[in-house]
């Protein structure tokens, strides 16, 4: 008797119990196998990844369900950049970068 009222309790509770859901980016064509990125973290409803490849600077906004929406390149970065960080906040981030320039960085 006491198997039967435990199998029924286990059985409704897997029913309430809901685990969470993982959703995956469809792989970009953009996107090498030597592509450097960071996420950057979820700002309002988007979240945003940064994507590094050579000499190419991109931030990547994706839904919640990690569908691309927008794609922005970051023309502005110097080419030779040694490291880049990004400081999250819920509505913006803060990017820090050191880059090299002849003999200076």
């Known amino acids: 008797m006491k198997k039967a009222i435990l199998l029924v309790l286990f059985s409704v ?7 969470q859901k993982i959703s995956y980016s469809v792989v970009d064509k ?9 996420i ?16 190419r600077h991109d931030i990547s906004v994706y839904d919640s369900e990690m569908q ?15 490291n880049i960080d990004f400081v999250a906040y819920p509505d913006f981030a803060n990017k820090i970068y050191q880059y090299h320039k002849r003999n200076l960085v």
């Open 13 to 19: 509770l897997l029913g309430i119990v809901q685990a």
């Open 68 to 82: 691309l929406k927008n794609r922005v390149k970051l023309d502005f970065l110097p080419e030779r950049i040694i």
């Open 30 to 38: 953009d996107d090498f196998r030597e592509l450097n990125f960071e």
């Open 40 to 55: 950057i973290g979820k700002m309002g409803q988007n979240i945003n990844v940064y994507k590094n490849f050579k000499t």
